[in-house]
């Protein structure tokens, strides 16, 4: 872990051993921080001091959720943070739109979407990097993902025909808490909701392993089950079919 995201992910737990659980879901989202002087200075004694100030890079549609206040709360804890680990002198805190990753090809992909004319919530960042599988039209961020969604593929086929199941890889969502979020894939029948989270290794470290917890608790607000399923477990088809037959029926046609 670099020195930039320790920091990140210390002032978020500090924050939330304090309970401000808004300042924390608005540090999970934020995409890389970095420290630069402002411009402005003032004396301190006989001495001038540069102002520098943290920058948050988070998509832009978040930049509005840092107010002015919540900028402050995050400031207070990330100045004592930061200066723990040699980045002294964290007068404020930024948020800014960060940059989209692109590739060799991203006149073709930009060109492509103004001649389709057409814009998606789906696969919001998979969507600008064109190293992710896609199938049938649809974006997927793994390997893995699109292994579950052949599976649910499948099952779809299976079901009787007035009875079966939708499939939505990466919708794009917002919440009340104020997040928008974009569940690896959203399966709705019977007039019910599932999410399936597709987790690797990192999603067990403590910090992921919380936000993936307060995610959750946003869903269950929404009445609405979120079923975690381990890379590990996608590898064998069969048992992976077995899984989730099991979890739908379980979820979207119980009694």
């Not at 420290?35 to 006989?46: D, I, K, M, N, V």
């Not at 049938?136 to 390997?143: N, P």
């Not at 709705?188 to 990192?202: C, M, Q, Y």
């Not at 064998?236 to 037959?245: E, H, P, Q, S």
Request: net charge negative; charged share 30%; hydrophobic share 35%.
């Amino acid at each position: 872990m670099s020195t930039k995201e320790r920091i990140l992910a210390q002032t978020a737990l500090l924050l939330e051993s304090r309970g401000d659980t808004e300042a924390v879901q608005l540090l999970a989202d934020v995409q890389d921080i970095s420290f630069e002087y402002t411009g402005e200075s003032y004396y301190y004694e006989s001495w001038r001091v540069e102002t520098r100030a943290a920058v948050l890079e988070v998509e832009d549609h978040m930049v509005a959720r840092f107010t002015d206040e919540i900028r402050q709360r995050i400031a207070t804890t990330l100045e004592y943070v930061a200066g723990r680990h040699g980045e002294h002198g964290v007068d404020e805190v930024r948020a800014e739109p960060a940059l989209p990753q692109v590739g060799p090809d991203w006149r073709a992909l930009v060109k492509g979407r103004s001649e389709s004319d057409r814009s998606s919530n789906h696969a919001r960042r998979e969507r600008n990097a064109p190293q992710h599988p896609t199938e049938d039209g649809l974006t997927f961020s793994s390997r893995e993902e699109l292994a579950v969604y052949h599976v649910l593929k499948t099952l779809q086929q299976e079901a009787q025909e007035d009875n079966t199941i939708a499939i939505m890889p990466l919708p794009a969502a917002r919440l009340r808490a104020g997040h928008t979020w974009s569940p690896d894939c959203v399966v709705i029948g019977n007039g019910r909701a599932l999410i399936f989270e597709i987790d690797g290794p990192h999603h067990r470290a403590g910090r992921r392993y919380v936000d993936d917890r307060n995610r959750d608790l946003q869903w269950s607000r929404c009445r609405v089950q979120v079923v975690r399923i381990a890379v590990e477990d996608v590898r064998d088809a069969n048992k992976l079919k077995v899984r989730l037959k099991e979890e739908i029926l379980r979820h979207l046609w119980r009694r």
